[in-house]
């Protein structure tokens, strides 16, 4: 059974970091793994995803990097903003199944 | 198109009542899933149709437990006899075939009393 685990839990930084949010996944046999941002009370926003064959994805100021064989892949996020504060997850879909397996999230906050 | 709709946003009912939500998954996506989320984890995954085909189904979702797609569009999931732990938010999401993305909805949280 695919096992996900994002760390760290919580995360409170000043405006103006970069930071390195951490997925480390049990089962190295996937076919993708994909980034959400869920803003309390609401629903997930997509914003990367990586296919099994890609080392990263870049979207603006967010970096997804995968290293299968580690089974780990970090979400790099620069020049954070209040506006990023909300919670990551990462999903990891085990050998094509279009059924993720979800982290509990790392809870950001960025304050000014 | 404006993406994944579910309605109602909000349900409180007491214990042993039951509800029903409906998802309405962006236009030309023909997958389209279920999950619940309690506070502090991740979605867990319910069920997912292809077309009116529901494919798989979770240990999660008990025989209190339906949903439909009748004609390949919306989705409604029916939870029977209420219990206070299925107070949860509950998420549908829908993507295209071939195409492992999913684009989530803004959820309907369950409060059961």
């Known amino acids: 059974k695919q096992e996900v685990t994002q760390i760290p839990a919580a995360l409170s930084v000043p405006e103006g970091e970069n930071l390195v949010l951490n997925c480390s996944f049990t089962d190295s046999a996937i076919y993708n793994l994909q980034w959400f941002r869920q803003d309390p009370g609401k629903g997930l926003t997509s914003l990367l995803l990586i296919q099994s064959s890609q080392r990263e994805q870049t979207s603006g100021r967010l970096n997804a990097s995968l290293d299968k064989s580690s089974g780990r892949s970090t979400l790099y996020i620069a020049a954070s903003q209040p506006g990023d504060s909300a919670t990551y997850l990462c999903?990891?879909?085990?050998?094509?199944?279009?059924?993720?397996?979800f982290g509990r999230g790392t809870s950001l906050i960025v304050h000014p | 198109d404006t993406g994944v709709s579910q309605n109602p946003r909000h349900k409180i009912t007491k214990r042993g009542q039951n509800v029903t939500f409906r998802c309405d998954p962006i236009?030309?996506?023909?997958?389209l899933y279920w999950y619940r989320q309690t506070l502090g984890q991740g979605p867990e995954f319910l069920t997912y149709f292809q077309n009116e085909a529901q494919l798989e189904k979770s240990r999660l979702l008990s025989d209190r437990f339906s949903a439909e797609r009748p004609k390949g569009s919306f989705s409604t999931l029916e939870i029977q006899r209420t219990e206070q732990g299925d107070s949860a938010m509950y998420l549908c999401?829908?993507?295209?075939?071939?195409?492992?993305?999913?684009?989530f909805g803004p959820g309907t949280r369950l409060t059961v009393t």
């Open positions: 999401a829908s993507s295209s075939a071939g195409q492992y993305e999913q684009y």
């Open positions: 999903a990891v879909d085990p050998g094509g199944s279009y059924i993720p397996t």
């Open positions: 236009s030309e996506h023909n997958r």
